[in-house]
């Protein structure tokens, strides 16, 4: 099994409704994150947790929410999808110190029509 | 603010021959500095990683150099393969902070 795990792997959704992305990791780490990838800019931090009591804003937090519901567990909601919410979605995760790298899921790509 | 700029956005190279990607960081703090490598379809995954101290490191047919002067880094790979073919990422990640800050990624093509 991966280390990390990312539910669904591909999602097409309409225009306003609620959706979340899930993800869950067998790594141990205490520090999980959620990214947005699109093309030509790279990735950008959406949120991060440090763990479960301890949940931040990323530079790209507007229109998401998340929930840290255990150690292992790191969810994104996005409230009411629009089509700028395309994207590909990674979920990743690091030890305490941060210092030693991410371990990346292999991404749920999202389709909003 | 802190970013890393990465060079080239695209690459292609024939197959055996060298491919070279360039990052240059804006945080003179930043002392670890690691290398991923996204396959279609998969997320992206560490392949080489270089710390501050060290102004070079060598893994088979990967290299990084790091020139803390300059703030450049650069990933190396050596008699490129098919299966070198997808898109890599440079990161930084600024001592004290909490997020790594990544370039906006190579993809490289290995023409066979």
């Known amino acids: 099994d991966a280390d990390v795990t990312q539910t669904p792997r591909n999602r097409i959704t309409k225009t306003g409704k609620r959706i979340m992305l899930e993800c869950s990791q067998t790594?141990?780490?205490?520090?999980m994150y959620w990214y947005r990838q699109d093309p030509g800019l790279g990735l950008r931090l959406i949120y991060y947790s440090f763990d479960v009591k301890d949940i931040n804003k990323g530079e790209i937090s507007d229109g998401y929410s998340v929930s840290r519901q255990a150690q292992a567990k790191f969810s994104l909601s996005l409230e009411s999808a629009i089509p700028n919410q395309t994207a590909l979605y990674f979920c990743a995760t690091s030890d305490r110190t941060g210092a030693y790298g991410y371990t990346f899921g292999s991404g749920t790509r999202l389709t909003v029509v | 603010g802190e970013n890393v700029e990465q060079h080239p956005s695209t690459l292609s190279v024939q197959e055996g021959d060298s491919a070279v990607i360039k990052c240059t960081y804006s945080d003179s703090a930043s002392n670890y500095f690691p290398w991923y490598k996204q396959e279609l379809g998969k997320g992206p995954q560490l392949i080489i990683d270089i710390r501050s101290n060290v102004g070079e490191k060598k893994d088979q047919r990967i290299a990084v150099t790091l020139n803390k002067t300059a703030k450049h880094f650069s990933l190396h790979i050596t008699e490129t393969q098919p299966e070198d073919s997808a898109v890599y990422f440079c990161?930084?990640?600024?001592?004290?902070?909490?997020?790594?800050?990544f370039g906006t990624g190579t993809r490289l093509k290995v023409l066979a």
């Open positions: 790594k141990g780490h205490d520090r």
């Open positions: 990161a930084s990640f600024p001592s004290g902070t909490y997020k790594y800050i």
